[in-house]
């Protein structure tokens, strides 16, 4: 039973590209979570996907986009990369219901922003 | 706030003690509680989740403790093993909404 799987598991970009990173959620889950965490810090909210549709956004600027395929995996999306946008990008996942809180956490993309 | 920037809280222990990591959330309205260990170069790994209708909840060597009346949660591992180091965050949620908030971590260094 594969985990949450994310690619690529690096990433090297300039200031003003564009990166698209991509999560597949555990197996039997629907609900996918995009996480930044800065180095020495705790993850931070970024958004959360179900039904194709975002759900709950945290406090991240419109730069940061994403989209959920049938399928239920997902995609982040970063315009304009920032210097400051250099962090570990976690995808988690979780299945909707009463009991959707326990969430499985992929090994994230390290992105670099020269 | 949730960061404290590059130096985090150390715990350092000997390997078969029992560790305490503390955690003090902020949101009163939060009635689920998670602790997750992050080891280096991956993601974080549920280790035990509490709901606010318990003040304790017992797992595999390790026991969470919730106090609502000071906000703080603790983790307490037996018998901790060189395997334990890693960073432990504790997290905090509203039913109803899907943030989880993590908080500071805490760096655990088992010495065999």
């Known amino acids: 039973d594969a985990g949450v799987t994310q690619s690529p598991t690096h990433l090297i970009k300039t200031r003003g590209q564009q990166v698209t990173l991509r999560c597949s959620p555990k197996?039997?889950?629907?609900?996918v979570s995009w996480y930044q965490q800065a180095l020495g810090q705790g993850p931070q909210f970024i958004f959360q996907?179900?039904?194709?549709?975002?759900?709950q956004r945290g406090n991240f600027p419109d730069r940061f986009s994403g989209h959920q395929f049938p399928n239920y995996s997902s995609e982040l999306n970063v315009n304009a990369l920032l210097l400051g946008d250099s962090a570990l990008y976690l995808c988690?996942?979780?299945?909707?219901?009463?009991?959707?809180?326990?969430?499985?956490f992929g090994s994230g993309t390290q992105l670099s922003v020269l | 706030g949730e960061s404290v920037g590059l130096h985090l809280p150390t715990l350092s222990v000997q390997e078969g003690d029992n560790s305490i990591i503390n955690c003090a959330y902020s949101?009163?309205?939060?009635?689920?509680f998670i602790w997750y260990k992050q080891e280096s170069g991956k993601g974080p790994q549920f280790i035990i989740d509490?709901?606010?209708?318990?003040d304790k909840r017992q797992g595999q060597r390790v026991t969470v403790l919730l106090n609502k009346t000071v906000k703080h949660l603790s983790l307490q591992i037996a018998a901790t093993q060189p395997g334990d180091s890693a960073v432990y965050f504790c997290?905090?949620?509203?039913?109803?909404?899907?943030?989880?908030?993590f908080g500071t971590g805490t760096r655990l260094l088992v010495s065999p």
């Open positions: 988690a996942s979780s299945l909707r219901g009463p009991l959707d809180e326990k969430l499985f």
């Open positions: 197996s039997g889950h629907d609900t």
């Open positions: 996907y179900y039904e194709e549709e975002e759900r």
């Open positions: 949101n009163s309205a939060s009635d689920y």
């Open positions: 509490i709901r606010s209708n318990m």
């Open positions: 997290a905090e949620k509203k039913t109803g909404f899907q943030k989880l908030v």
